[in-house]
């Protein structure tokens, strides 16, 4: 069974840090594009950053320069390092992948969410 399992979030006053991770288990031969989205209470989920395999990335203007993706691809993870994080960043922040299954399977889904909390 493939999924997307989270980790890392947690609470961290303004200013600080915290990387979160994204592990692909099941059988898969690798991630093709992950990418990370955050939904803060009563707002839309909005596209954070973005990953391929061949290591391109994509950040949202709010966190271009604070927040960097990456992708280990032996170990089928990825992470999103965030630094200098302000209250505007708490939300539940999600993982969505495109994993390669076989030589024409693909698979597409989410993570289970984590939290982050930010405060003052």
């Known amino acids: 069974q493939v999924q997307l399992v989270e980790s890392g979030g947690g609470l961290v006053q303004a200013g600080g840090s915290l990387r979160l991770s994204c592990a692909a288990s099941g059988n898969i031969l690798s991630i093709n594009t992950m990418r990370w989205y955050r939904q803060a209470p009563g707002k839309h989920r909005e596209l954070v950053a973005t990953?391929?395999?061949?290591?391109?990335?994509d950040y949202a203007d709010s966190v271009q320069g604070r927040f960097t993706v990456s992708l280990d691809n032996a170990r089928n993870t990825a992470y999103l390092q965030m630094n200098s994080l302000k209250p505007e960043a708490t939300a539940v922040y999600y993982c969505n992948a495109v994993l390669t299954l076989t030589s024409r399977l693909e698979w597409a889904g989410w993570g289970q969410g984590t939290q982050v909390t930010v405060s003052a």
């Open positions: 990953i391929t395999r061949s290591g391109t990335t």
